[in-house]
């Protein structure tokens, strides 16, 4: 899982502002997910990527955005329309799609409204 | 919808004793069950796994087991230890969701020297 990095480490968000959160994997890995965790709960799902130039949407997919352009990056973006965007955001990456594969989890940011 | 129920919240335990984390699934057509450790502010890092078509699975002191009539899974972690102490997360997938995994709620496992 130290292919995988994530930034920034932290960040902080003012009203009506879109913020891009980084993705980055050089472990060569088809998918790429994103995560929210929010405190005393688990992982869901925001939006996943099985293939460059291909996403689907999660479970909470409303206010965010994906872009997947190239293998090794899945950039999500907090929009303003995310009226509860505090939370700690998770990448992870699987070598292929499929049940079965390991996900590999980044180190996280942190977002935070100002 | 898919869900994932995870019991109990929080765990605490003395250290060499044994601890079990229970989580049951409600689409019966999920077929693999990974297990993750989180420590605070880390990132989730995976312990240990298991497939539909093995009923248990062991790691020293790790071991999982499934049941898939009751859609029920666990963790057993035996002779625990203070650095044991982290949240742990169950988790189920699909193969044919695009490796799509609904996560269980978390539970909070202390364990005291």
């Known amino acids: 899982d130290g292919g995988i990095t994530q930034s920034p480490k932290y960040l902080f968000r003012k009203e009506g502002q879109n913020v891009t959160l980084s993705c980055e994997q050089n472990l060569n890995h088809d998918a790429m997910y994103w995560y929210r965790q929010d405190p005393g709960q688990g992982l869901r799902l925001i939006y996943y990527?099985?293939?460059?130039?291909?996403?689907q949407k999660g479970d909470i997919a409303e206010g965010y955005s994906v872009s997947r352009e190239k293998k090794e990056s899945f950039p999500l973006t907090v929009t303003s329309a995310q009226k509860n965007p505090t939370a700690f955001y998770l990448c992870?990456?699987?070598?292929?799609?499929?049940?079965?594969?390991?996900?590999?989890f980044g180190p996280g940011t942190r977002l935070l409204v100002l | 919808g898919e869900n994932v129920e995870q019991h109990p919240s929080t765990l605490s335990v003395q250290e060499g004793d044994s601890a079990v984390i229970k989580c049951t699934y409600s689409?019966?057509?999920?077929?693999?069950f990974p297990w993750y450790k989180q420590e605070l502010g880390k990132r989730p890092q995976l312990i240990i796994d298991?497939?539909?078509?093995?009923g248990e699975k062991k790691d020293q002191r790790i071991a999982v087991t499934l049941n898939k009539t009751a859609k029920h899974f666990s963790l057993h972690i035996t002779e625990t230890q203070p650095e044991d102490s982290a949240v742990y997360f169950c988790a189920a997938g699909v193969n044919n969701q695009g490796g799509k995994l609904i996560f269980g709620q978390g539970t909070e496992l202390s364990v005291k020297p």
């Open positions: 990527s099985q293939i460059v130039n291909d996403f």
């Open positions: 992870a990456s699987s070598a292929r799609t499929g049940a079965g594969e390991t996900q590999y």
């Open positions: 689409d019966s057509a999920s077929n693999y």
């Open positions: 298991i497939r539909s078509n093995v």
